[in-house]
Structure formats: C-alpha cells, structure tokens
C-alpha cells in the first residue's frame, strides 16, 4: 500500500534551518510529483510548493520563494523540504502529500499524505 | 494569492444533511474544475474525500459529494454521522502549477 512515512519533530532556534524528510513506498516514487503543505497550530492548510520527482524540477509558492528548497533522492524515494531563516510564525507542522492523478489530470488534488512533522521555532 | 473563504463552522445532527462552501475567485475555483476536499481529524493528516469537484476516490462514502457554480464549489454530507464531526478543507488548483486551500470548517455532529 502507497505510505509516506516522514521524519520526527524537531526544535530549531530562530534563524536557523530545517529539513525534513519524506520517504515514499508502495508506488514507483518517480512516478508522482511530491507536494508540501504546512499547517500552523489551529490554522488553516498552507500549500508550499511542489517537486517533480521524476526530473527534480520543483515550483514554489510566492510566500516561501527564496527561504524554501526541496530536493529527491530517486534511489531513496524520499522528498526533502528545506526552510531556511526560521522565524516563530513558521512553527507548524508539515506535510509531504502525493499528487492525485485521475484519467485527466494530475491535477486532481493530493491523494496520500505523510503522518506529518511537528517543527517548533523557539528560543 | 487569498486562501478560499469556508464558514468556520457547521453543525447538524445524525442522520441530517449538510453544506459547506467554499468561495474563491475566477482564478481559481472559477476557472478550474479541479476543486478537492480533505477532512481531517484532530492531530491527523488530511484525507482525500472528493476531487475534480465531484468524483470520489475509492473508500470514500456516497455520502459525501461535492458540486461547483460559478466561484464557489460545496461538500454535502448526508445521512450525517458522529465520525463525520471533523475539520473539512477545500483546495482548489489556482493556475501556474500552483494550488490554494481554504481556511477550513469544523463540523459538529450535535
């Protein structure tokens, strides 16, 4: 069965970096493009960006363009997500996700998600 | 890029039916029938309960379905049931390979 199985929660200081891990079985991990979407506690889903994890092109939101990088590694079949300059409001946990991809599309929405990964930003 | 505006909140009772809305805009939910819904349970991850608007995955109850006019696309719930009571968010794909979700709903089941 298709998992996403992530790291485990980490506490950074502010300024600092974090990455963190997502690493894909049950699927051919190439096959599908890998999402990121956070969620601050009681807030709403905030989606990241994405990575192709066939060719490694990736695209992110205009919020976190410049502090944010995810990377693949295809024999590992795990997705990575980088945040750099670590602020209190990034504080939240974080989601790897699977593209959905119907007969149309693969623009379908997310259809496995990671367990998620709690980040604390803290002095 | 404004998230897509949900109720914060609904309710209803077992066995009643229930909507919850989700408004974007003509970039997004108006241009595109690429709208997903997602529930959630407290300290869970997301669960994938309707996608291309209306279709629903394999697993996912008939008694959730999903509709879309003009800028704003809804998640109907019928025969509501207590396991029902989640948070529920819509995303919608808003162009430019890029995607956007809602502020999310917390249903009670009273």
């Known amino acids: 069965q298709v998992q996403l199985v992530q790291s485990g929660a980490e506490v950074k200081q502010p300024g600092a970096s974090v990455k963190v891990s997502c690493k894909a079985s049950?699927?051919?991990?190439?096959?599908?493009?890998i999402h990121w979407v956070r969620q601050a506690p009681g807030q709403r889903l905030e989606w990241m960006g994405w990575i192709n994890a066939d060719n490694g092109n990736t695209k992110y939101s205009q919020k976190f363009q410049g502090r944010v990088t995810f990377t693949r590694d295809t024999s590992a079949s795990t997705a990575y997500m980088e945040l750099s300059s670590l602020r209190s409001e990034d504080t939240a946990v974080y989601y790897c996700a699977r593209a959905s991809c119907s007969s149309t599309t693969c623009y379908a929405g997310f259809d496995y998600w990671g367990q998620g990964t709690l980040v604390t930003v803290s002095s | 890029q404004s998230a897509l505006t949900q109720p914060a909140s609904v309710s209803g009772s077992p066995g009643q039916s229930i909507t919850i809305s989700c408004t974007g805009t003509?970039?997004?939910?108006?241009?595109?029938?690429?709208v997903s819904w997602y529930q959630q349970h407290p300290g869970k991850a997301p669960k994938l309960m309707i996608y291309?608007?209306?279709k629903r995955p394999s697993g996912v109850s008939n008694r959730f379905s999903g509709s879309k006019s003009g800028n704003t696309a809804s998640l109907t719930i019928s025969g509501l049931q207590a396991e029902d009571e989640a948070d529920y968010h819509c995303?919608?794909?808003?162009?430019?390979?890029?995607?956007?979700f809602g502020g999310g709903t917390k249903l009670t089941v009273l």
């Open positions: 049950g699927y051919t991990f190439t096959t599908y493009t």
């Open positions: 291309e608007v209306n």
């Open positions: 995303c919608s794909y808003a162009g430019s390979r890029t995607w956007v």
């Open positions: 003509s970039s997004d939910v108006g241009s595109y029938n690429l």
